[in-house]
């Protein structure tokens, strides 16, 4: 059994940073992949950035530049540095970890005023 839980979100106004973390709990493999989806009002979820052990994060075309993914397996977190936010931006922002099932979090606000 896998637990994510996420915190970091909140209002900032366009151009700010927040930075999200993802606290991970359980059967977690350093070896798997670990990212980030958001869904914004009545859009559909979608993909954010992912990050494993082994390779080069990756990134959405909408945030590459601006967002940053992480991870410390040591502690099992993720983390999404975001720089330069966009109102089109928020949403709520979702950590994800696939290992034989889906795992998901709660999800967290992030909320960018123009």
């Known amino acids: 059994q896998v637990q994510l839980v996420e915190s970091g979100g909140g209002l900032v106004q366009a151009g700010g940073s927040l930075r999200l973390s993802c606290a991970a709990s359980g059967s977690i493999s350093s070896n798997n992949l670990m990212d980030w989806y958001r869904q914004a009002p009545g859009k559909q979820r979608e993909f954010v950035a992912s990050?494993?052990?082994?390779?080069?994060?990756n990134y959405a075309n909408s945030v590459k530049g601006r967002f940053t993914i992480s991870r410390d397996n040591a502690k099992n977190m993720l983390y999404l540095q975001m720089n330069s936010l966009k109102p089109e931006d928020t949403a709520v922002y979702y950590c994800h970890y696939i290992r034989i099932y889906d795992y998901w979090g709660q999800g967290t606000q992030v909320t960018v005023s123009s």
């Open positions: 990050i494993t052990s082994g390779g080069p994060p």
